[in-house]
């Protein structure tokens, strides 16, 4: 079950955010939780974003535009890993013979 967090929450897990830095991050889409009533409903993921997102903009010194930047690439590689999982599955799927002739011509090329 995925844990979810309110906004006072999130402010509290993540000792760095401030409740204005939360909505600028909210607002300028480099998180994005659920709406729920009145409020927001953050999960894990989106409290390791934020904690990420003020070690860069903390620490670095980084603005709004290289954060997009920045977390667009971190995306980018993730769906990488996820495709890269999905397609060692499909082939560890394969009969022997196929998966050997695939490691064949991965050597080749």
């Known amino acids: 079950m995925t844990e979810r ?3 006072a929450d ?7 955010l401030t409740r204005s830095q939360l909505f ?3 607002e300028a ?4 939780p ?4 009145d409020g927001f409903v ?4 989106d409290i390791a974003r934020l904690e990420l997102l003020c070690d860069l903009s903390q620490d670095l010194e980084l ?6 930047v920045i977390l667009s690439l971190i995306d980018q590689l993730h769906a990488a890993k996820q495709e890269i999982e999905t397609m060692r599955r499909a082939i560890a799927a394969l009969p022997e013979d196929l998966r050997a002739s695939l490691a064949d011509a991965v050597k080749r090329s």
């Open 24 to 26: 600028r991050f909210v």
């Open 34 to 37: 659920e709406r729920d009533g």
């Open 5 to 7: 967090f309110s906004e």
């Open 10 to 16: 999130v402010v509290t897990t993540v000792t760095r």
């Open 29 to 32: 889409e480099f998180v994005r």
């Open 42 to 45: 953050f999960t894990r993921v």
């Open 63 to 68: 603005d709004d535009t290289a954060l997009d």
